[in-house]
């Protein structure tokens, strides 16, 4: 079987997402299927190249993108906005969000894919999240394969029920749909679309990746004092991860706690590369030091993937504050470390935080429960060492690769199977994974 996953952003961008498809893609190699990737390219990236053995096809601004990207980004953020509840913008106002352009946009990515078809024939295209939604719509009656969707975002019923309504109607065009959280599924059922074409797949890490190999020369390297309690927070610069919050909590940790850092990880989004929107950092730096935090509080950016397992590894506490969260595989990520996590009640936090089983959570924005939270961390050890271990008994259960895989092939292998029904091809080989 070849799978096309098409995405708006992957390697060597690195996001959830990202590292969702490499982990899937090498398994699918494994199996002996293939995956090829489709994606937005920016300028730094080759238009083609092979990663992992997944062949990876990019869309770059001489197809005609450039000239309504602005657009098409400014309609893709206010979707993030409208299912994070932070504009309500009425659906009737969305051309004057770029609607048109991000239709144009979609048009283009069709184009790539329907000429990366014709290369590859691929048996299934499998389309990642909300950017490039329209997919199905555009290639019904084109390119005659099942086509899968994943959304990677909230989907809840602090959306208004027009926009739901109107997301569901592309959703619809889909043989297949799956959600990260079970909330979200029911919110789409809700929504107008048929439980039969709806499931629930967590999304999950390869854990034996998330080893460290070799001495551990963090402290050193990032200068931090070798007794420092160390609280990391993993997750790119965006207003809804919340990372003000979680600097606000420093202020009082440092109070009970002063040899308390926090270490901030991640850059900006593929987005704001786009259109330039930059500051959000600067904007952070000034609220350290404004609150005179700034031999406490250090953002590295990105960082290189040595240096993220030694992040984790050395840290004490994994703290992911957002606002809002699709599902936030961080969290895995470190427990798969041993480590503690507290992260805000929303989403698909949740889903892999259990209150005072493996971590610790509290209300969105409210720093002074998440100050609370830290002191209790730091104050005792036995209890991070306990949680840190049943967290990662979690993530190797229930979050590992081997799950994601599994759960993913039975849909493809189902759909696959119920095309070659309708098509009246024979079936003398078994196409069911065990």
């Not at 708006?8 to 982990?23: A, D, E, K, M, N």
């Not at 991860?241 to 909590?249: D, N, R, S, T």
């Not at 696959?416 to 065990?434: N, V, Y």
């Amino acid at each position: 079987m070849k799978i096309c996953v098409v995405s708006q952003s992957f390697y060597p961008y690195i996001g959830g997402v990202t590292r969702y498809l490499q982990s899937l893609g090498r398994k699918l190699t494994a199996r002996g299927d293939e995956m090829v990737v489709v994606h937005l390219r920016s300028s730094d990236m080759p238009e083609y190249e092979v990663i992992d053995g997944v062949r990876v096809y990019r869309m770059s601004g001489d197809e005609g993108i450039q000239e309504s990207i602005d657009g098409y980004f400014r309609f893709k953020e206010l979707i993030i906005d409208v299912t994070h509840g932070r504009k309500m913008a009425p659906l009737e106002d969305r051309f004057d969000y770029g609607y048109s352009e991000y239709l144009g946009f979609n048009l283009n990515m069709y184009e790539k894919v329907r000429q990366v078809y014709d290369i590859e024939k691929f048996d299934m295209l499998h389309v990642h999240d909300f950017q490039v939604m329209p997919l199905a719509f555009l290639i019904k009656g084109d390119i005659d394969v099942p086509a899968i969707f994943t959304w990677h975002i909230p989907f809840t019923v602090d959306t208004p029920p027009e926009w739901r309504e109107f997301l569901a109607r592309y959703m619809r065009y889909y043989d297949h749909v799956i959600f990260s959280t079970d909330e979200y599924v029911r919110t789409a059922v809700e929504s107008g679309l048929s439980p039969g074409k709806v499931c629930k797949i967590n999304p999950f890490i390869d854990t034996d990746e998330f080893v460290l190999d070799g001495d551990n020369d963090f402290r050193e390297k990032y200068n931090i004092p070798v007794n420092d309690n160390i609280v990391l927070c993993v997750s790119r610069i965006d207003p809804r991860k919340g990372q003000e919050y979680l600097i606000e909590a420093m202020v009082e940790v440092v109070k009970k706690h002063p040899g308390t850092t926090c270490i901030f990880i991640g850059n900006g989004s593929l987005t704001k590369k786009f259109i330039g929107r930059t500051n959000r950092l600067e904007e952070l730096e000034a609220m350290v030091h404004e609150r005179g935090l700034d031999n406490r509080v250090q953002f590295l950016g990105k960082v290189s993937q040595d240096d993220l397992m030694k992040a984790y590894d050395a840290c004490d506490m994994l703290v992911q504050p957002s606002i809002n969260e699709g599902f936030g595989l961080v969290i895995s990520e470190a427990m798969c470390f041993s480590k503690p996590v507290i992260g805000s009640n929303v989403g698909g936090i949740p889903e892999q935080i259990t209150d005072g089983y493996n971590g610790l959570l509290f209300k969105p924005k409210d720093h002074m429960a998440l100050a609370g939270h830290i002191d209790k961390l730091i104050e005792t050890p036995a209890l991070r060492k306990l949680m840190g271990e049943r967290g990662r008994q979690l993530a190797c259960g229930r979050f590992c690769v081997d799950r994601g895989f599994k759960e993913h092939c039975e849909i493809y292998d189902k759909i696959c199977l119920q095309k070659r029904f309708k098509e009246g091809i024979g079936t003398e080989e078994s196409i069911i994974t065990d």
